[in-house]
């Protein structure tokens, strides 16, 4: 079972993320480091033994700029594979965080402009791709009219196109310790064999264990981490 710490970026700081509201969302306060700084916070999740992590740059997602220096210093002093959200809805905008290093580039329902940009990606860069569908509640939350079709059908073109994963971000649930939106998840790995990870609500290693029981690959967790519901020794117990 794959645990991947989530850090959302603003203005150089890492943020702690509730329900979606990004304009509430303030400097994180967390029980794994001292300061909100986005190289501290990453190396405290390295010292709690992940490999992965999932950097959402809210600056490039509202059109305000970038934390490109911050992730390229997490990227060549850390040794965790970096996925990137940028808000990408074409593969161009991916490139600089290419090139600084990313392990997997994220395209997201919120901001992705068509389902082509998939097979881009994977045939001009050859960098593995998470297709994210983010969610509020049950709705698909998307921009484009290409990419708002039904649910399911987001699922199959996703797999049609040779996402590498899926995941599904609940934005209702993050940062809320509702607990993951299970029958949605039932739902989905009914619909495809691709990886599917799953984000937003898990409070606590029972949640994980019965996630991973379900059959999910993986699990986007910050909340826990940072208020040590989730510790060092429930991640040994999962690796």
Do not use: C
Request: no cysteine; glycine share 8%; net charge negative.
């Amino acid at each position: 079972m794959r645990v991947i710490p989530v850090m959302d970026l603003l203005d150089g700081k890492v943020v702690h993320a509730v329900g979606g509201e990004r304009e509430k969302y303030e400097p994180v306060e967390s029980s794994l480091a001292d300061s909100s700084d986005p190289l501290d916070v990453a190396m405290a999740f390295q010292d709690l033994g992940l490999k992965e992590l999932y950097v959402a740059d809210l600056n490039a997602i509202s059109f305000n700029g970038h934390n490109l220096d911050s992730i390229g210093d997490i990227i060549s002093s850390t040794q965790l594979k970096v996925m990137i959200d940028g808000g990408f809805g074409r593969v161009r905008e991916a490139k600089e965080y290419i090139d600084k290093g990313a392990s997997k580039i994220v395209f997201a329902t919120e901001t992705l402009e068509s389902f082509d940009e998939i097979y881009e990606i994977k045939n001009r860069y050859g960098v593995p791709l998470t297709a994210s569908i983010d969610l509020d509640e049950r709705e698909v939350i998307a921009k484009s009219q290409e990419i708002l079709l039904p649910f399911p059908e987001i699922v199959q073109k996703f797999s049609d196109e040779e996402a590498t994963e899926i995941l599904i971000l609940s934005l209702d649930r993050v940062g809320t310790s509702k607990g993951p939106a299970k029958e949605i998840i039932k739902e989905v790995l009914e619909w495809t064999e691709l990886p599917l990870l799953v984000g937003g609500g898990t409070r606590n290693i029972d949640d994980i264990f019965q996630l991973e029981e379900l059959g999910v690959s993986g699990v986007l967790i910050a909340t826990a981490l940072h208020e040590g519901t989730i510790d060092e020794g429930d991640i040994a117990a999962l690796q």
